[in-house]
């Protein structure tokens, strides 16, 4: 099947798509947008998290025919060609990142909290980014990139 | 691999009709998990996405009609304070990215034991509405679960909503698991005190093949406080009937040992968080009164 | 890589120029930007036109003769190109690390649940997925042997040629028959735990179209995976050549193959690149895991808390295949008794071959089993002699006078009773207040369990060690290459090396150090791959040490160039004092002589060094005494939880650590390896285990193999100290595994204290607190 969609705001089209393909693998593999990771398909560690519409989701979990006629906004929608967004910046210098995997999804979850709620208290960040497993870091400098990203974003 | 992708209620149960063994899909928070990882591979799959009745809600009489559609996420900040258990519930299920697109209807589909929106729907004997081309049913949900991961619904049904009294006191949901957050249930317990209609309601998820209430548990505890005319003067219940409360819910589980938990276990949580559910539930109870 | 060879579209590339910080500053690492951008090229992003898709069939039996197979099926669906079994391997139909004993693909037995038994190649991975499915292959079920007690008895079902017994490490430290006034006794079990790096094992293989293959992929050691590949495939080193694709972390679980050969298989049969990626359940069969463990030990010790003695029988269930079970036995062995003063030790080290999923390298590396032990026996010798359990360990403490049970003298700061000071002085975190209720913060967290109901507190201490490095004789190296030149009017220098990045930021060490030993400030990370000889693997905490090690010894050889060309052009000067700095030759009272962009001009100056710490000897098969380690690693934690003990749910609340990393090169990487090295360490403490059941994995998914999420790791509070080894390059020790070590026992520890309950298995389940 066909599967046509707006992914980062530009029109995409997807051809001989097989019915059973996750969303996550029509932008990886079809679209050319690897930057959602396929850590688990199946939900439980939020690497493949972007917009659908809007709403924060997991790639994995939709099916790539959902998506017919939607709107995707994925990792690599979030920079302004060279420039950073700001939550991506923080994670950068924060040592939010090791081996990064689960950094693009982090990034994604960073970026709708901090669009519902600006300053974030730990508490608030803990529960949001609770979906997103890390592997590596351990959280501590997670929480830091958050709290830096919001108090750049709240001061701009 | 068919892929059907109505655009409206009569055009979905159309479908249906004609694709029986099609499977419902709407967040994917189950059926993806399946597909993505080679369990199952079904004949055909219907995109419940886009039948915009089913992602409605609304007050039908004395009770809430909620389409099979309405995501974890809205349940919590839309009907939050009419539907405080299910709330709670809902904001125990997985993450933020499960809650805004996982939905009711589904997981009353998927009709796993361990489905977190069962045990508040039990509690608060709700009403399941199933529809076909021939019409439209609906049933107590303590019917609709027949067996593990199996439901009443027809092949040609589908679910489209389920009907809720909003609360009329104070509930509680709490759930073990083995991490604090993104837990699958190792058992849960659901809470509903209902003092227009006198009643405790109960939920167990689980704990048994299906998710089930505990009925003596209801009746023992509805009967201490119609005994000492507690509704009306809520006092301090007897710490023995409230442990005797907890005896009778772990008497109604059925538990097993699995890979999340043993069933020694999970009967022991079972009495500890209906112990607990039911003092906070009363301890709010006596504060408003 | 031939001319006119295909490159995947999207590949690996070199880490972005630029890194500016010298040697000791934090650093923001040099892939950061890609990464967050979503634009590193991981090993499962890889991509190139016409490529096909790999799948593999599983044995669905942990122990069973294959009495045939049929592919017809299979090659008959559609979009297949090909399907393989072991008639198929080119060369040698065995690898492994240590012994060669695992076949590339089964043949006459498979001998754990998931072994990979046939191969597809499809042009889509639902089509390859199916194609794998129908690969019919007959078993003649048989009884699978799951006990690793059993095992060990003769009439056993022998898994392997040489028997069921992979290695036995035996320890005879001073006397035999010494007696102690106080003596515990104990038994530990620590259950099988997953490394679950995120990155599933992943690559892409692309035949060169003369017989020869390219593969990228994740790997924690390429060149040990390149003499393996060839051998396997039948063909000589230089035509298997490897790229380092984005490493989607590691933790040992990349150190044997995986997907490697099947891969190259599949390409050099189709001509056509195959891509494999594995699905999370495949993961889990798909990788070794941490050994789980039996471990009996007795303490005996005097009135006033002096360890007498130490004995220990130590079981890991290395399951079907040996990987590196028999380096792993030997560390369990060798750091049984923990970093403890002990003149006198009986350790007997077993590793068997069971019916289990295979075992292997996980951070720690074998001293993470035996932590639990040692740390919970010193609590019990504490409580048996009414002492404090951190003062009893600084009583027992090692220092640079000590020795090792294996007779090894202990050198240079060995600073455990420091750091244990450290960490107990260190404030407690406040306890929760009561007047408003942060689900978040209590056992149970949002799932609503407790509003304060039963939660106690409690705190544990534990220390741990382990070496660096490679042991016991084997040849630990590492080779760099090392380029100067000057473009646009700057000096520019190349690292190359085949040091795996794997996320722990060697990639950012590597440019600190040339960087300040040519005092330039553009140094470009080359991509890690097989033109460069071996930097050996990205484990055993010895990357810094032995990668950074080559690298500073490749820049002191540009650096000689240097001063030659300079000294050659400049006419007689000495060249005394010189130092490279600010992209210039100073002289000794600073003053710039000249500048490197003049000085080079277009001349290239390019050097390889090798590095290589001292040598080491294999452990005495009778006695285990031996110089067999080079350098050894500390760390301590204290662990604060709060647990509901009625349900038996856990909070840890703060994890506080210190250690001694000998030199932080980078601190801001340093700070990353000790939280999140801590986190894996809560995660086996309290959550994480692969559940094995008569050989089948009951919970190979991220729904039930459980991972600490946020609302799970606490803060850590860190001390680093940086006393500096005066034998290593800046004085550097291994920093990546100790944080493994002793936060889980910290952890449990503290569960202990605060419910009074033995806990003698870990993870600790909520069942084991309340029943």
Known sequence: ?156 | MEFLQPTSWPEALTMKAAHPEAMPIAGGTDVMVEVNLDRHRPAAIIDLTRVAELTEWGGEGDLLRIGSGVTYARIIDELGDRLPGLAMASRTVGSPQIRNRGTVGGNLGSASPAGDAHPPLLAMDALVELASVHGSRRLPVSEFFIGPKRNAARPEELIAAFLIHPASGPQQFSKVGTRNAMVIAVCSFALALDPKRRRIGTGIGSAAPTPVTAADAERFMAGVLEEAGLWERPSEVDASAIARFGELVAAAARPIDDVRGTAAYRRHALSVLARRSFTWAWLEYQRSA | MTAGAVLPTRQPQAAAASVTGRVGESVRRPDGVLKVRGDFPYSSDLWVEGMLWGATSRSPHPYARIVSIDTSEALASPGVRAVLTHEDVPGRKLYGLEIPDQPVLAFDVVRYWGEAVALVAADHPEQARRAARKVRVEYEVRKPLTDPEEALTPEATRLHPGGNVTRHVTIRHGDQDARADVVVRGEYEIGMQDQAPLGPESGLAIPDGEGGVDLYVATQWLHVDQDQLAGCLGLAPDQVRLTLAGVGGAFGSREDLSMQAHACMLALRTGRPVKIVYSRPESFVGHVHRHPGRLRYEHGATRDGKLVYVKARILLDGGAYASSSTAVIANASCFAVGPYQCPNATIDGWVVYTNNPPCGAMRGFGSVQNCYAHEAQMDKLAAALGMDPVAIRMRNAMDGSSRLITGQAMEGPIPVAELLRRVQEMPLPPVAGADHLDLTALPGGVSNTTHGESVRRGVGYAVGFKNVGYSEGFDDYSTARVTLAAAGGRPRAEVHTAGAEVGQGLVTVQAQIAGTELGVRDVTVLNADTRVGSAGSSSASRQTYITGGAVKAACEAVRERIFALAQSELGSRSGAGWRLEREAIVSADGEVIVTLATLLGEEVIEETREFRPRRTNRLDPKTGQADAHMQYAFAAHRAVVDVDTELGLVKVVELATAQDVGKAINPLAVEGQLEGGAAQGLGLAVMEEVQVKDGVIRNPSFTDYLLPTILDMPPVRMDVLELGDPRSPYGVKGVGEPPTISSGPAIVAAIRAATGRPLARVPVRPHDIVT
């Open chain 1, 1 to 156: 099947m066909r599967i046509t969609c707006t992914v980062n705001g530009r029109p995409q089209v997807a051809d001989s798509v097989w019915a059973g393909e996750s969303l996550l693998y029509v932008l990886r593999e079809r679209l050319g947008l690897p930057g959602s990771k396929n850590a688990c398909e199946q939900g439980e560690c939020g690497s493949c998290s972007v917009y659908l519409d809007g709403t924060l989701v997991c790639a994995c979990l939709v099916l790539g025919g959902q998506a017919d006629g939607r709107e995707i906004v994925t990792v690599e929608g979030l920079s302004n060609g060279d420039s950073l967004h700001p939550v991506q910046q923080a994670f950068v210098e924060a040592g939010a990142v090791q081996c990064g995997f689960c950094t693009p999804g982090l990034v994604v979850a960073t970026h709708d909290l901090l669009r519902r709620v600006p300053r974030p208290s730990d508490a608030q960040i803990r529960e949001a980014l609770a979906g997103n497993i890390c592997r590596c870091t351990g959280y501590a400098k997670i929480i830091d990139a958050v709290h830096l990203a919001a108090g750049r974003m709240g001061a701009a």
